[in-house]
Every structure is written in structure tokens, then in C-alpha cells.
């Protein structure tokens, strides 16, 4: 036999090495390639509330429902419109959300309207989901008003209001 002859393990063996270094060098170059952050999730609007109940005092009114962005430094706000007040909802882990807002139904205002949103708040700033309109009318459940609804309008003339001549 030839001394310098490739035998069969020698091949194997030299095939292996190749194979070692190719697969270093390739993991090397894999570690070193940019990854690209992933963004956080966007807040999106949120859907109408399942529950909107008026107090007992029918002067707060308790709004809940699932669907708020399940991730840390999302908050939910709720304001209401009329009355310039508003508040940061409880929320958990599952997006269930429930706050209560003070509002004013009385018979000159028989419905108040709640702004309702969903805001990532960092050290950056913060990120709004677009505002869903809560209505919240005098004839929701717990309500206890009773207004007349007859108004007084001007007193009628005696012939039908036509001037005589």
C-alpha cells in the first residue's frame, strides 16, 4: 500500500472535519447576525362595555367588560364628558376592566356620555387606542328619576294667536 493513500477512514475522517468546521463557522456568523425588536402590541379601540349599570345613588355609574390589552403599562381610562371627571380602571391579567365614573342624569340632562380608551403608558410617553363613546342613558337599569315631561311653554292666545284688526 501507498503510505500517502486516502484509505476509506482517513476520507471519513477528513469528510468530518470539513463538516465541524463548516457548521462552526456558520454558527459563528448566526450569532452575530442583527436581530430586529419586535414591536409592542398597538392598544385598539375598545368594544362597548357589556355592563353599564347605574348606582343605587344613581349618581355613579359602573362600567366592565373583557377585552383590554393583556400586557404590562396598558391602562384603562374612563371620563365622562359632561361632568369633566374620569378615572384609570382596575384591570387584570385576563383584560377585564371595571372603573366607576361619576355622572349627572337629571331631567335637564338625561344622558351623560363616558370616553372610554385604552392607553400604553413609558417613560416615553404613551400610546392612545381611538376613544369609544359610553352613552349612559336616565332610563338605565338602577335609574330613579321621574320627570314630568310636559314642560311649560308660553301661555296661548285668547283668538289662536292672530292679531285683530
Not at 85 to 92: L, V
Request: with cysteine; aromatic share 4%.
Amino acid at each position: 500500500m501507498l503510505s500517502g493513500a486516502m484509505t476509506p477512514k482517513r476520507l471519513r475522517a477528513a469528510a468530518n472535519r470539513a463538516l465541524g468546521t463548516l457548521l462552526v463557522s456558520v454558527g459563528m456568523f448566526a450569532c452575530n447576525s442583527p436581530t430586529l425588536p419586535v414591536p409592542p402590541p398597538y392598544p385598539e379601540k375598545l368594544a362597548q362595555p357589556s355592563e353599564v349599570e347605574l348606582l343605587p345613588d344613581s349618581k355613579h355609574v359602573r362600567i366592565a367588560s373583557d377585552g383590554a390589552l393583556r400586557v404590562d403599562g396598558v391602562e384603562v381610562f374612563m371620563f365622562n364628558e359632561e361632568l369633566g371627571a374620569g378615572q384609570r380602571a382596575d384591570k387584570d391579567e385576563f383584560g377585564h376592566y371595571e372603573g366607576i365614573v361619576p355622572v349627572d342624569l337629571s331631567c335637564s340632562r338625561p344622558t351623560n356620555h363616558v370616553d372610554l380608551w385604552q392607553a400604553m403608558v413609558d417613560s416615553q410617553g404613551g400610546i392612545e387606542s381611538p376613544i369609544t363613546i359610553v352613552t349612559v342613558p336616565r332610563g338605565a337599569p338602577g335609574a330613579d328619576l321621574h320627570c314630568d315631561n310636559a314642560e311649560p311653554g308660553p301661555e296661548p292666545q285668547p283668538d289662536g294667536g292672530a292679531s285683530g284688526d
